[in-house]
């Protein structure tokens, strides 16, 4: 999309679906909501009593070890579990981005799976000092993990409206179960106007480290990146996208206070409540390139939106 032309934006009353629907090919990984492993059709009742089946998310839980030491077991959809594993280590200080993977090794019979290093690796103390986060499912965060935000440099990139309007409108397109079946968070690696990585999970933490670990073993810099999230501007989302070295944060949902300080500490650009025509910024503004006419962006579509999420200004999911 450039320059705000009314064709960079699909119209929802465009004949033509598959075109619609090309940019899918730009995609590196995206969900498959029809994968079978991830969800289940449960029969209930609705409202006025009338018998319903609905698609469900699946749950399993994934013990992780690195090298001879077990480190957790997290719960998880199951998709890219090797990418969840280094993505989580990288996150939480435990692999160091110069450190030699020799080896990922999955067991889905047992689901575990084990991250070999070069370098010999003990953790026993610092497992002992965990801190909640906010963030949904088994999120924890080490103490010393603050450390990355005094020592932020973020890469002078920019975030230019015209791509905020497009991503946000290409990803509320894309076949996901966070459309089909809610109870679930996104996270969308993208480039420019380009969403190139898309990872759902039960847990937002979860879905951010299966980026993280998709990043490092693919060699992707972050300089040029924006990173996109369906949940809260949390302390752990600001944290972990600046470990990562993007320096932008795009969430449809709202914030927190502790979320946007660190932001501002560590000068990540953190955009939220980016839904249809609106987004607010509350840190790294300087970044903004106002270059999208907002005549030519549509709100967001009913159909389109997350199963459950209120239209309310301001509301999050």
């Known amino acids: ?30 969900p498959d909501p029809l994968d079978p492993r991830l969800g289940i059709i449960v029969a209930g009742i609705d409202q006025g009593g009338v018998p319903v089946e609905t698609r469900v998310v699946t749950e399993r839980a994934l013990t992780l070890y690195l090298n001879a030491q077990e480190i957790v077991t997290m ?9 969840l594993a280094v993505g989580y280590l990288l996150n939480q200080n435990m692999l160091k981005p110069d450190d030699v993977v020799t080896d990922v090794d999955y067991d889905a019979e047992l689901d575990v799976v084990v991250v070999r290093t070069e370098r010999k690796t003990n953790y026993e103390d610092k497992l002992r000092k965990r801190t909640l986060t906010s963030g949904c499912a088994q999120g924890t965060a080490f103490g010393d993990l603050m450390d990355v935000i005094d020592e932020a440099r973020l890469p002078h ?11 946000t409108h290409k990803i509320n397109r894309t076949p996901s179960l966070y459309l089909a079946a809610g109870a679930i968070h ?22 951010v480290d299966k980026v993280a670990g998709y990043m490092h073993r693919h060699g992707i810099d972050p300089a040029d990146k924006i990173f996109y999230t369906t949940g809260r501007l949390t302390s752990e989302m600001v944290i972990k996208t600046v470990r990562m070295g993007i320096p932008v944060l795009v969430s449809r949902s709202g ?61 999050d999911d």
């Not at 990139?157 to 991503?167: D, G, M, N």
């Not at 996104?186 to 879905?207: F, I, K």
Request: glycine share 8%.
């Open 1 to 30: 999309m450039v320059n705000g032309h009314p064709d960079s934006l699909a119209s929802p009353s465009r004949a033509d679906e598959s075109e619609d629907l090309a940019f899918l090919a730009d995609y590196l990984v995206r």
């Open 75 to 83: 719960m998880t959809i199951g998709d890219h579990p090797q990418h």
């Open 157 to 167: 990139a920019e975030l230019r409206t015209s791509w905020l309007y497009a991503l």
């Open 186 to 207: 996104g996270c969308v690696l993208c480039e420019r106007d380009r969403p190139l990585v898309y990872m759902e999970d039960v847990g937002r933490h979860n879905a």
């Open 255 to 315: 914030f927190t206070a502790w979320g946007v300080e660190l932001a501002r500490k560590a000068g990540l650009t953190l955009v939220g409540r980016a839904r249809g025509k609106r987004f607010i910024v509350l840190s790294g503004a300087e970044r903004i390139v106002f270059d999208q006419d907002l005549a030519y962006v549509a709100e967001e579509s009913a159909k389109h939106r997350r199963k459950g999420a209120s239209d309310k200004e301001g509301a």
